[in-house]
């Protein structure tokens, strides 16, 4: 029977269910009539563009180019995206295609590891809960630009303290007495004297700019350390729900509605990159600014740090988003066959150029606001909240009309969290789907709003005074080595368990026959080259492991403990479904493992017309239930 069903009177024709989804699942020219397809191949691309092109892109890839060599640094960058990241994006676009199914049902392929795939799931539902917080900082100083004067752009009373400054506050300094002698004395009485500093010899007070205290004091009204939750900022709140109801209102039909979306949450961003790129480089001291960006810091010995190139490979690694399951849900939507190849290439190098055109519209105005202060370029560079935050809001109030500017930046800030975070909600969804079919099909509306609502309300932690001490926790563990970890097991899993062979067999499926020479690099990286680099990746972000902090705050030993307890809950799925499905395979120890490491008998591709003889024989997932792990879907099935 149906969840809900209209009355026979009001029905006309052949019967038809209710439901609350206001979507078709598939229009009558798509392949997948029961999961349905993109609407076109443009709102697959800008989906997927939008889901690797991020905060990133624009806070810390600029960042470590400065800091490990300026434009040498593009040699590992360019490297690690050909070793590392490039093939595992083309693997999990393939996959998810190729089967039709999201991050969790994909493991068909190899039962023992579907562990893998939940983890993925959980991991990317914990950054979700985040990163909407992110977004919602956003909102916050999007609203905060509508004044004809930024609220940071000077230290007021109201907020700011005595080392609230906007220039450097000298506390003594070395001067030279009438009869030559060289003593250290008190500023104040440097300048009673008419005397003058020796160069080099001044001692500053530890300053804070307006826009550090008004990012601390006001928009967060940070506490002193998680141990003091404080209350709930309700401004924030608000915007952490308007950035929820945004994400709600473009998936609530799927990927009909958010494939719209993109074409504005996408592309705009390049065009404010683009202005903002312009504007900074008519300014002065922008070019200083470029050159330590990409020119003169140019340091070729750099290449010779092992840090740099763990470097390199970690930001393609996690820019790409790869082994976060977003990849497979977004490629499972496509048309069988789609070339999903020249989609991972244009993907790959749009999202690496859009990092090096960030870098210059970011390091021009970064060198007009060293030119400002009187102070080198190195002075003024950070990476993360402190770059979106504190830096560039503090430059962006020295422009002329710097309200537009401010508008213009935290925009796209908002745009670039905006379709990254529809492609991971819809990971979530996908799964869903493809664990109730049924429930989705009838109820996708409320499913997906009540997702929403349910993961607004786990974020409103990361809203109260000590909630930027949960943003930074749940990034320091759930955001590195754990999908390191998965991503190493989806490798191994793929190439060397299910068989790296065969999957090319199955992407030739889609793709057309390729030559023995188009797969010779192939198969190195995703048989040797891939999963190597990645597990020495993985090793050295152990070894180098640090406790959290937040600037100078040191985490409390319980803080560290549940963020240990997050990433355990996250990975333990991994053993606990092989174990699983080992006990529930048949035959003796050996027997059962093996069976667990043979795909099911629903695994291929999800219509008959695309099975050709390597898959005649598989049994049609759509008429024959197949849900791997034990559901309250299951028990629905039994009873109907």
Not at 242 to 258: D, N
């Amino acid at each position: 029977m149906g969840w809900l069903s209209l009355p026979a009177c009001l029905r006309c024709g052949q019967k038809e269910e209710f439901t609350l989804s206001t979507e078709k699942i598939a229009d009558k020219d798509e392949e997948n009539t029961e999961r349905g397809n993109w609407s076109n191949k443009t709102d697959y691309l800008l989906s997927m563009v939008g889901y690797a092109v991020g905060l990133g892109n624009v806070w810390r890839f600029p960042y470590l180019t400065y800091q490990n060599g300026g434009g040498a640094f593009l040699i590992p960058y360019t490297i690690m995206l050909a070793l590392a990241g490039l093939p595992l994006f083309f693997m999990e676009c393939s996959l998810g295609q190729f089967a039709s199914l999201g991050p969790i049902s994909i493991w068909r392929i190899l039962p023992l590891l579907q562990g893998v795939g939940i983890t993925m799931v959980l991991i990317s539902t914990f950054v979700t809960i985040y990163y909407n917080v992110i977004i919602s900082y956003s909102l916050y100083y999007l609203f905060a630009s509508f004044r004809s004067k930024l609220p940071w752009e000077e230290c007021d009373k109201e907020w700011s303290d005595a080392l609230c400054s906007k220039i450097p506050i000298v506390l003594a300094c070395n001067v030279t007495e009438d009869d030559g002698t060289v003593i250290h004395a008190n500023y104040s009485w440097v300048q009673s004297q008419n005397l003058t500093c020796l160069n080099e010899t001044s001692v500053f007070a530890n300053t804070q700019v307006p826009s550090e205290q008004y990012w601390n004091k006001v928009a967060l009204r940070r506490s002193s350390g998680l141990d003091e939750t404080g209350e709930i900022v309700w401004y924030l709140a608000l915007c952490l729900l308007l950035s929820w109801l945004i994400v709600g209102a473009a998936l609530f039909k799927g990927i009909k509605s958010s494939g719209k979306v993109v074409y504005f949450t996408a592309l705009f961003p390049y065009v404010i990159l683009l202005v903002l790129l312009v504007r900074g480089a008519t300014l002065e001291g922008a070019q200083e600014g470029i050159e330590y960006y990409i020119g003169r810091q140019s340091n070729f010995t750099k290449l010779m740090e092992a840090e740099v190139w763990k470097d390199a490979a970690t930001q393609i690694f996690f820019s790409l988003s790869v082994a976060w399951g977003g990849l497979v849900a977004l490629s499972s939507y496509n048309k069988f066959h789609n070339n999903c190849y020249s989609d991972a290439i244009f993907v790959c190098v749009t999202n690496c150029l859009t990092s090096v055109f960030a870098g210059f519209a970011i390091f021009s105005i970064l060198g007009h606001m060293a030119f400002m202060a009187d102070k080198k370029v190195s002075e003024v560079v950070d990476s993360g909240f402190d770059l979106a935050f504190v830096a560039y809001p503090e430059a962006l109030s020295k422009l002329p009309v710097a309200p537009l500017w401010s508008f213009l930046f935290f925009f796209m800030l908002l745009l670039l969290g905006l379709d990254s975070q529809f492609a991971t909600v819809e990971t979530v969804t996908t799964t869903i789907h493809d664990l109730y079919p049924q429930l989705m099909k009838k109820m996708r509306i409320p499913v997906t709003l009540g997702l929403c609502f349910l993961l607004f309300l786990l974020g409103l932690v990361c809203v109260t005074q000590a909630g930027i001490y949960w943003v930074n926790l749940v990034d320091h563990f759930c955001a590195g080595w754990g999908i390191l970890f998965a991503a190493v097991l989806e490798l191994v899993g793929i190439c060397w368990i299910y068989g790296g062979n065969r999957f090319i067999q199955d992407v030739e499926m889609m793709i057309g026959k390729k030559s023995f020479w188009f797969w010779l690099w192939w198969k190195s990286c995703w048989f040797v080259i891939t999963p190597f680099l990645l597990l020495a990746i993985l090793i050295w972000s152990l070894v180098t492991f640090t406790p959290p902090m937040y600037g100078s705050i040191q985490y409390p030993s319980w803080g560290s403990a549940v963020g240990w307890c997050m990433i355990i809950f996250c990975l333990i799925w991994i053993p606990i479904v092989a174990v699983y499905k080992i006990i529930k395979a048949k035959g003796s120890l050996w027997q059962r493992i093996i069976t667990c490491c043979k795909p099911t008998a629903t695994w291929g591709p999800a219509l008959a017309c695309h099975r050709g003889e390597r898959y005649s024989h598989m049994i049609d997932p759509v008429k024959e239930k197949d849900i791997e792990i034990p559901t309250v879907d299951a028990y629905i099935h039994r009873t109907e």
